[in-house]
C-alpha cells in the first residue's frame, strides 16, 4: 500500500484549468494532491491550496525550475502558497534553509537532475549515496525520487533508496500504469505522484472521466 498524490501537472507545469480540474476529483478519496511552481501565476496557486486545504486534503507543491533562481524564488512563494509539502528541488540545503521554521515538510531529488521535463542521471550507487547524504541533512524530510525518468533497473533503484534510508520516499514521473503502481508499492515506497497519465489518456483509456481514474489509482495502490 502507497499514498497516491495526484499532481494537476502536465509536462511538469501545472494545467491552466487547475482549478477546474480539482473540483472534479476533490470528493474521490484523495488524501494528498497537488502542482507545480510553473503554469499559473502565484495567486491563482494559493486560493488553490487555500480551497484543498479547506476540504481537508495535505498539499505538495513540487519544484521544477531548471535554474537555482527561479528554484529557490519558488521555495520562497511557498510560505505564500502554505503547502504541507515542498518537493523536488536540487539545491537542498538552501531550500532546507529557507523552509526552516515554516512547518513545511521537504522532500528533494535524489541523483542528477537535469532538463524540464526532468530526467534522473548518475549510476545506482550514487544515487543512492546521494539519497543517503540527503536524508541526513537538517531539514530534508524525505526524497522525491525521479525513479522512472532514469535508464536503468528502475524495480532496483526504488528498492535499494528505499532500503538505504531511514525517511519516506515519493516516486515520481511518469508512473503511467498499474504495473508500475505495483513496483512502487512492492518496493515499499511511501508515496507516488501521478500527473500527465491522467490527463492525456495513457492511464486507464478506458475510464471517461477523470474521478473515475483516479479511484482506479487509488485502488492500484491499495488506497482503494
Known amino acids: 500500500m502507497a499514498e497516491f498524490i495526484f499532481m494537476l501537472t502536465q509536462h511538469d507545469q501545472t494545467v491552466a484549468d ?23 501565476p502565484l495567486d491563482q496557486l494559493r486560493d488553490l491550496a487555500s480551497k484543498m486545504h479547506d476540504d481537508g486534503h495535505q ?3 513540487e519544484v521544477v525550475n531548471p535554474n537555482k533562481a527561479g528554484e ?10 502554505a503547502p504541507d509539502y515542498v518537493m523536488g528541488g536540487t539545491h537542498a540545503a538552501d531550500i532546507a534553509a529557507i523552509l526552516a521554521g515554516t512547518g513545511i515538510k521537504y522532500f528533494p531529488f535524489p541523483g542528477r537532475v537535469i532538463n524540464h521535463p526532468s530526467d534522473l542521471r548518475g549510476s545506482l550507487a550514487e544515487i543512492v549515496a546521494h539519497s543517503q547524504a540527503l536524508v ?26 528505499v532500503v538505504a534510508v531511514d525517511k519516506p520516499v515519493v516516486i515520481a514521473g511518469s508512473i503511467n500504469s498499474d504495473a508500475r503502481i505495483h513496483t512502487v508499492v512492492d518496493a515499499g515506497a511511501w508515496a507516488f505522484t501521478i500527473g500527465s497519465a491522467l490527463f492525456d489518456g495513457s492511464y486507464a483509456p478506458d475510464c471517461p472521466r477523470l474521478c473515475d481514474k483516479v479511484k482506479r489509482v487509488l485502488e492500484a495502490a491499495g488506497r482503494g
Request: glycine residues 10%; proline residues 3%; charged residues 25%.
Open 18 to 40: 487547475a482549478s477546474e480540474v480539482y473540483q472534479e476529483v476533490r470528493r474521490s478519496g484523495l488524501r494528498y494532491i497537488g502542482f507545480k511552481d510553473v503554469g499559473l
Open 59 to 61: 498539499v505538495v507543491l
Open 72 to 81: 529557490l524564488r519558488a521555495v520562497e512563494n511557498a510560505a505564500l502558497i
Open 136 to 161: 541526513a541533512m537538517p531539514g530534508v524530510d524525505g526524497l522525491d525520487l525521479l525513479a522512472y525518468r532514469w535508464d536503468g533497473d528502475v524495480p532496483e533503484l526504488i528498492r535499494s533508496v
